[in-house]
């Protein structure tokens, strides 16, 4: 069972252009984190959504949810290369100690 | 604040040894720590959570006879691979949380180590 569901895995897009990365799960969770990683490292905290209608934003990012629709976005805006990376998102609240479910990652490449 | 550090970053081992990780939390009291497991351009997968004193709470098909987890402090955690085998090179990477699970939404995710074993 698919708790977390990203989309698209794989995003190619142009400096300066927008686009929104859509996290759709399927637990009752009203938690919803935002990661980034670079390739070889770690996981990089971007957002923690805690409830229904919870904004964020960061930078040229910007991260939502929506509990009652199960969905969670991250938008970019004005991309710019250094945010080339994968982002994940996760949440928390079906397993046993409040662990993360991961969806698969998205692959991000910014392209001049 | 709400360092996690992972020693060592990187270990190549041989077919059948035992390699041990460890995870710390530097200036934080972590009750509840996590280990998940990411192979190459894949998603990062729970592999078991423990909770200091405890034993470790497993994920289904995670053996925990060959992936020993130890809590012993407030501050450090260990994994242990045991008679390590070429499909269990990943990359290791714990978490930490503050207090107590449920009481805090933040977790703080260690470096990672990466396991090559030949």
């Known amino acids: 069972e698919l708790k977390v569901e990203q989309n698209p895995l794989f995003l190619s897009m142009q400096e300066g252009k927008n686009y929104t990365i859509y996290c759709n799960y399927s637990?009752?969770?009203?938690?919803l984190y935002w990661y980034r990683q670079d390739p070889g490292k770690s996981l990089e905290s971007l957002f923690v959504?805690?409830?229904?209608?919870a904004v964020k934003q960061e930078g040229r990012l910007m991260a939502s949810l929506d509990t009652k629709a199960r969905l969670s976005t991250l938008h970019i805006t004005a991309a710019v290369h250094d945010l080339s990376a994968t982002y994940f998102c996760?949440?928390?609240?079906?397993?046993?100690?409040?662990?993360?479910?991961f969806g698969k990652g998205t692959s991000l490449l910014v392209t001049p | 604040g709400a360092v996690v550090s992972q020693h060592p970053s990187r270990v190549i081992c041989k077919s059948g040894t035992s390699v041990k990780i460890e995870c710390r939390s530097l200036?934080?009291?972590?009750?509840?720590m996590f280990w998940y497991r990411q192979f190459p351009k894949q998603s990062l997968m729970l592999m078991a959570t423990?909770?200091?004193?405890?034993?470790?709470?497993?994920e289904q098909g995670v053996e925990k006879d060959k992936f020993l987890i130890n809590h012993a402090s407030l501050t450090l955690s260990t994994l242990t691979v045991t008679s390590a085998h070429p499909e269990d090179s990943s990359f290791y990477i714990c978490?930490?949380?503050?207090?107590?699970?449920?009481?805090?939404?933040?977790?703080?995710f260690g470096p990672g180590t990466r396991l090559t074993v030949t």
């Open positions: 637990t009752t969770s009203d938690r």
């Open positions: 959504l805690l409830s229904n209608g």
């Open positions: 996760a949440e928390s609240g079906s397993n046993s100690g409040y662990a993360l479910n």
């Open positions: 978490s930490a949380s503050r207090g107590l699970a449920g009481l805090s939404y933040e977790q703080y």
């Open positions: 423990s909770n200091e004193g405890s034993k470790a709470t497993y």
């Open positions: 200036d934080f009291q972590a009750t509840t």
